[in-house]
C-alpha cells in the first residue's frame, strides 16, 4: 500500500482504497473456495494449502513492486515529477514515537480497535446466520459475506 501511494501522490486516498478493495475481492473469492476445500480436505489442510498458495502468489507479486523513483531514474524520461502530499491537519506533526505518546492517538487507536473488532465478530457471524434465518445454502452464504 505503501508503494501505491508513492506511485499516486496526488491520489493518495484513491490509490489506497484500491489497494484494499483487493482484500475484499480475495475474501469474495477465498470464501467458496475455502468452504469447498473444508468439505474435501478438511480444516487443518484447507490452511496449509490457502497458506501455499498465498506465499507463492505474494513471492510472485512482490517482484513486480517498484518504487516509482527507481523506475523513473531505469527510463530515459525523468520528466514525471511527483507533488508533495497536501497537509490534512493543523496540529503539529509528529513522529512516530512522538505520535504513538500522544493521548488523541490512543484513544483513535482504541476507536478504532473496537470497530474492527465488532465489524470481524458480525462478518464472522453473517453466513450461519443467513443460513438459520433465511434457508441460504453455505456457498450463498459464503459469497453473500465476502
Request: charged share 10%; net charge positive; proline share 3%.
Amino acid at each position: 500500500v505503501s508503494t501505491i501511494i508513492k506511485w499516486f501522490p496526488d491520489k493518495r486516498g484513491l490509490a489506497t482504497g484500491l489497494a484494499i478493495m483487493g482484500f475484499g475481492f480475495a475474501a469474495m473469492l477465498t470464501g467458496p473456495v475455502a468452504q469447498q476445500l473444508m468439505a474435501s480436505v478438511g480444516l487443518e489442510q484447507t490452511f496449509y494449502l490457502l497458506g501455499i498458495f498465498y506465499f507463492v502468489i505474494m513471492l510472485l507479486a512482490a517482484q513486480f513492486i517498484v518504487r516509482p523513483n527507481l523506475a523513473l531514474s531505469s527510463t530515459t524520461e525523468n520528466s514525471i515529477s511527483q507533488k508533495k502530499g497536501t497537509r490534512l491537519t493543523r496540529g503539529p506533526e509528529l513522529t512516530a514515537n512522538q505520535a504513538l505518546k500522544n493521548k488523541s492517538f490512543t484513544f483513535l487507536w482504541i476507536m478504532f480497535f473496537i470497530n474492527i473488532t465488532c465489524g470481524i465478530g458480525l462478518v464472522s457471524a453473517a453466513s450461519p446466520m443467513a443460513q438459520s434465518m433465511t434457508g441460504m445454502s453455505v456457498q450463498t452464504a459464503a459469497i453473500m459475506v465476502g
